[in-house]
């Protein structure tokens, strides 16, 4: 007897987001499996962002529909997503252990001991005070925090933005090693190279549409090449528009 499939962890159903006269979603339809770690890749004003807040519940759509979880996004979607986003937000008067004890007050899936435990193997210091630490370490701090809950869904935009190359893998293997099988994350970068050894699955958006989304090792076998090389091949003929 065969297993059933079980039902996509998100659902984006002719999705658009106008400003206006201008379009920066336009007819977005895509599922995300549960237990996947999938790209979302383009280009800076490509419309990831948009749809990460929409995803959020930050800003809404301007028609079309999302569903997370098989419901529609809101207080049960807040619930379940851990979300990093790409600029700080952190309280910089806090020192590290204080803002470790607020996220354990505001949530109830997060987990203090795996916080303070990936505080010490990023070598980070539970005393130190987050207005006199490097926008680096800011940076491992927030992504502590959000892979720190039990989510079901992780949303990274730019996670290894200001982490230097020789801290990127080790950021790799944190993330690989702190989330739940049944869980997914999808991660927003422009960074491809660095990140693509560890997806299941990709997304390109362009202009405000998905332009592929395939398995990451079909997509490797279908052309030979990297996904950073399929990219860049993919939208070269729009690169000096």
């Known amino acids: 007897m065969s297993k059933t499939q079980p039902s996509p962890l998100v659902v984006c159903h002719n999705l658009y987001k106008t400003y206006g006269t201008k379009t920066i979603l336009q007819d977005i ?10 790209g979302l890749l383009g280009r800076n ?15 809404t759509p301007t028609s079309g529909e ?9 207080i049960h979607s807040k619930q379940i997503i851990s979300y990093l986003p790409e600029r700080t937000y952190l309280d910089k008067t806090m020192t590290v252990a204080q803002t470790i004890k607020y ?19 990023l070598n980070l210091d539970l005393n130190a005070k987050i207005s006199k630490m490097s926008k680096g370490m800011q940076e491992k701090l927030q992504l502590i925090l959000v892979m720190s809950r039990n989510a079901e869904l992780y949303i990274l935009d730019e996670p290894l933005g200001g982490i230097d190359p020789a801290t990127r893998d080790y950021i790799l293997d944190t993330i690989l090693s ?5 869980a997914s994350i999808l991660i927003s970068t422009h960074l491809i190279a660095d990140i693509e050894r560890i997806l299941d699955e990709v997304i390109f958006i362009d202009q405000g549409k ?23 091949q993919t939208f070269k003929a729009n690169v000096n528009r």
């Open 29 to 38: 339809n895509l599922e995300i499996p549960r237990g996947k770690i999938i």
């Open 103 to 121: 996220f354990y007050e505001f949530y109830d899936n997060f987990d203090p001991a795996k916080a303070e435990r990936l505080v010490h193997e």
């Open 210 to 232: 998905i332009v592929l989304i395939d398995n990451a090792d079909n997509l490797r076998a279908k052309h030979h090449t990297s996904i950073d090389e399929v990219f860049r």
């Open 66 to 74: 999302a569903t997370i979880d098989g419901q529609p996004i809101g």
């Open 178 to 182: 702190n989330f739940n099988d049944s």
């Open 45 to 59: 004003g490509a419309g990831k962002s948009t749809l990460i807040k929409i995803l959020n519940d930050l800003i």
